[in-house]
């Protein structure tokens, strides 16, 4: 058993312990809140800027709508598109293909 002495102590430690532990993490939250103010406000700004540029695009001419446009151009570009965008993607596959793994054509 302690004595009255070893019991306040301990009772001291733990205390001084547990005010240093909230201590931590108090100035741990600080600084997290600082920072997250700090990208707040470059979010901020950034979405003025963002904003400026949408309100400069809105006063350039808007295409006509595609039910308008002859059907047999909008089909022809369709295929180009849809071409390109296979051509791409075997590109990047072969690209990731291991050269042990290409075969000549």
């Known amino acids: ?4 002495w070893g019991w306040v102590l301990l009772w001291a430690v ?3 312990g547990g005010a240093l532990l909230v201590g931590l993490r108090a100035r741990a939250t600080w600084r997290s809140l600082k920072s ?3 990208e707040l406000g ?3 700004s950034l979405l003025a800027e ?3 540029a949408v309100a400069t695009h809105r006063e350039l001419d808007e295409p006509p709508p595609a039910v308008l446009e002859d ?4 089909r022809e570009e369709h295929r180009r598109r849809r071409e390109a965008r296979v051509a791409e993607r075997t590109a990047r ?3 990731r293909t ?3 793994a290409r075969h000549v054509h």
């Open 1 to 4: 058993m302690l004595p009255w």
């Open 14 to 16: 733990l205390v001084l």
């Open 36 to 38: 997250l103010t700090a």
């Open 42 to 44: 470059r979010a901020g």
């Open 50 to 52: 963002l904003e400026e």
């Open 71 to 74: 059907p047999h151009r909008l």
């Open 93 to 95: 596959r072969a690209e």
């Open 98 to 100: 291991p050269p042990w």
